[in-house]
């Protein structure tokens, strides 16, 4: 059983441009949710997808958007950066919307500098 | 809204002294509790978790329990091994909308010496 991955692992962006990340969810797990976790912070919660529907968000602004594929993978997209972007963007995945109530599996997290 | 709140850090040991990250939380619902670790350069591991008050998490010998009266899951070892060093996080998972939505703490780095 393959766990969450996570697609790059490191990219620098310059301030204005737009970034894709990507996730690709644990084995049988239809739930995937994103998180930006700032130097020396905790994970902040920026949405949740439930078969490909966005069903949670947090408080993040509209230019960061997401999909969910038929697939159950997933993108995070980040229009407009901002030098405040720079974070680690974690993805995590669990069987089912009510399965978070028992924990979710992270992938390692993509590191994005923004200069 | 909800809420987690823990012990700052860094906490620094001695190898086999005793652990305590302290972890209260304030939240509108009946939350899961949890503590994650996360070690340096990766993503986040689920440590051990609670669902309900008065039940008592346990992995690897860190064990917390969920105490409601006192809003506390506080994380303790018996004795820490320098392998233990990472930085811990305490989280609640609260039902919004249908789905179970994770609140985090900032995080307690723990040190481990020899």
């Known amino acids: 059983e393959t766990g969450v991955t996570q697609s790059p692992t490191h990219l620098i962006k310059t301030r204005g441009q737009q970034v894709t990340l990507r996730c690709s969810s644990q084995s049988g797990h239809n739930t995937v949710s994103w998180y930006q976790q700032a130097l020396g912070q905790g994970p902040q919660f920026i949405f949740q997808?439930?078969?490909?529907?966005?069903?949670g968000r947090g408080n993040f602004p509209p230019r960061f958007s997401g999909l969910q594929f038929p697939n159950y993978s997933s993108e995070l997209n980040v229009n407009a950066l901002e030098l405040d972007d720079s974070a680690l963007y974690l993805c995590?995945?669990?069987?089912?919307?009510?399965?978070?109530?028992?924990?979710?599996?992270f992938g390692s997290g993509t590191r994005l500098t923004v200069v | 809204g909800d809420s987690v709140t823990q012990m700052e850090g860094p906490v620094t040991l001695s190898e086999e002294a005793f652990l305590t990250i302290n972890c209260t939380y304030t939240?509108?619902?009946?939350?899961?509790l949890f503590w994650y670790v996360q070690y340096p350069g990766e993503g986040l591991q689920l440590l051990l978790k609670a669902t309900k008050a008065d039940d008592k998490g346990s992995n690897k010998g860190f064990e917390a329990t969920y105490r409601k009266e006192t809003t506390s899951f506080h994380l303790e070892k018996g004795s820490v091994q320098v392998s233990d060093s990472a930085v811990y996080f305490c989280?609640?998972?609260?039902?919004?909308?249908?789905?179970?939505?994770?609140?985090f703490g900032r995080g307690t780095s723990l040190i481990v010496h020899p």
């Open positions: 995590a995945s669990s069987s089912s919307a009510t399965t978070g109530k028992y924990g979710y599996t």
């Open positions: 989280a609640l998972s609260d039902l919004r909308g249908g789905s179970y939505i994770p609140t």
């Open positions: 997808y439930y078969r490909e529907e966005e069903n």
């Open positions: 939240a509108t619902g009946y939350p899961s």
